[in-house]
């Protein structure tokens, strides 16, 4: 069953990836965060940046890369060994971290007052925590999926 609009002839397209270009989508974020991650541990010279938003001088730039490289680790090292747990925690800990710098970017253009001007940062960081929550969601909904079936071959219950 697919959503339509009234009235407007359907083709065959349908959302969704092929699983290999899945899987490259999968690659590409991650190696994306793991690098980020490597760049904030390295920490900044201080004639370079000064940190972009409160929410990121809450703590110091190495730490926000340690998290972001837990996570990413974490996420790449379930795609490696395909499994569902690490990808899951991996894509939680990113959606977080990539949500909080998106609120942390937002207040900073807000800061700056009217008319806003660099929405186009917090709104990025907004769109990849969102893919990672969905990483997170259909990792689970596969580990459950798969979990189901292994009970209902082996003839156990539900519970």
């Known amino acids: 069953m697919s959503a339509q609009f009234p009235d407007r002839p359907t083709g065959s ?72 747990n690490p990808i899951i925690a991996g894509s939680l800990i990113l959606m977080a971290t990539y949500m909080a710098l998106a609120v942390g970017l937002f207040m900073r253009m807000v800061e700056r007052g009217w008319p806003w001007d660099g929405f186009r940062s917090p709104l990025l960081f907004v769109a990849v925590a969102t893919l990672y929550g969905l990483y997170a969601f259909s990792a689970y909904l596969k580990k459950s999926s798969e979990h189901a079936e292994n009970r209902m071959r082996n003839g156990e219950a539900w519970s």
Do not use: C
């Open 13 to 84: 397209w349908a959302p969704g990836l092929q699983s290999d270009l899945s899987l490259v989508a999968m690659w590409a974020f991650g190696l994306e965060a793991f690098v980020r991650g490597i760049d904030y541990a390295t920490n900044d010279r201080d004639d370079v940046t000064q940190p972009l938003s409160v929410v990121e001088a809450a703590l110091p730039l190495p730490i926000w890369g340690a998290i972001i490289l837990v996570g990413a680790t974490l996420f790449l090292g379930g795609v490696i060994f395909k499994k569902h």
